[in-house]
T-cell receptor, first 113, second 112 residues
Framework: DVKVTQSSRYLVKRTGEKVFLECVQD?????MFWYRQDPGLGLRLIYF???????EKGDIPEGYSVSREKKERFSLILESASTNQTSMYLC????????????FGSGTRLTVV | KQEVTQIPAALSVPEGENLVLNCSFT??????LQWFRQDPGKGLTSLLL?????REQTSGRLNASLDKSSGRSTLYIAASQPGDSATYLC???????????FGTGTSLTVIP
């Protein structure tokens, strides 16, 4: 069964900490995405990547960075966590043909205190 | 920018009813549309994917239709069950922007 795996289901971090959220896919997909999901705001795209070492800003990149050193792994980095980054973070991947749409991970609920 | 709207935001029905969830989008230049299910605190599970050249897709009790020209899609759920209770999201992949745009979802509760 194909998978997108997010390393943590729940995280609690302190304000100012550097936070790493990891996402790994086993489908050899070219494209990977990071979203955050908040009540009433839906899913908002933070960053995406079309290839190794490539990244593109989404709609809300401020306060975040990403790293894609290997095709299967896409990391989201919160340089200095703040309380307004408390959210559900969702990783997704897709192939270049887009015929199969997105496959999502199970999400990481991050709380910044 | 593509805007995706789902109405209603919440829906409660008795078990056994057939129901329709609605999704509308502002830019008809799309590659495809995908319906997802999300259980509380979980990730998104893909239900159906409709290509822009298709009119509908079916999977079990689910049927999704697409009318690209009018910017609308519907998800039909037949003979609803309590296990269908979840939030349903639609997403469209635009020709411009190279990303999926999501609606805010319809929260469905099926009452036993």
């Amino acid at each position: 069964d194909v998978k997108v795996t997010q390393s943590s289901r729940y995280l609690v971090k302190r304000t100012g900490e550097k936070v790493f959220l990891e996402c790994v896919q086993d489908m050899d997909h070219e494209n990977m995405f990071w979203y955050r999901q908040d009540p009433g705001l839906g899913l908002r795209l933070i960053y995406f990547s079309y290839d190794v070492k490539m990244k593109e800003k989404g709609d809300i990149p401020e306060g975040y960075s990403v790293s894609r050193e290997k095709k299967e792994r896409f990391s989201l980095i919160l340089e200095s966590a703040s309380t307004n980054q408390t959210s559900m973070y969702l990783c997704a991947s897709s192939s270049n043909t887009i015929w199969w749409g997105y496959t999502f991970g199970s999400g990481t609920r991050l709380t910044v205190v | 920018k593509q805007e995706v709207t789902q109405i209603p935001a919440a829906l409660s029905v008795p078990e056994g009813e057939n129901l329709v969830l609605n999704c509308s989008f502002t830019d008809s230049a799309i590659y495809n549309l995908q319906w997802f299910r999300q259980d509380p605190g979980k990730g998104l599970t893909s239900l159906l994917l409709i290509q822009s050249s298709q009119r509908e897709q079916t999977s079990g009790r689910l049927n999704a239709s697409l009318d690209k020209s009018s910017g609308r899609s519907t998800l039909y759920i037949a003979a609803s069950q309590p296990g269908d209770s979840a939030t349903y999201l639609c997403a469209v992949y635009s020709n411009t922007g190279n990303q999926f745009y999501f609606g805010t979802g319809t929260s469905l509760t099926v009452i036993p």
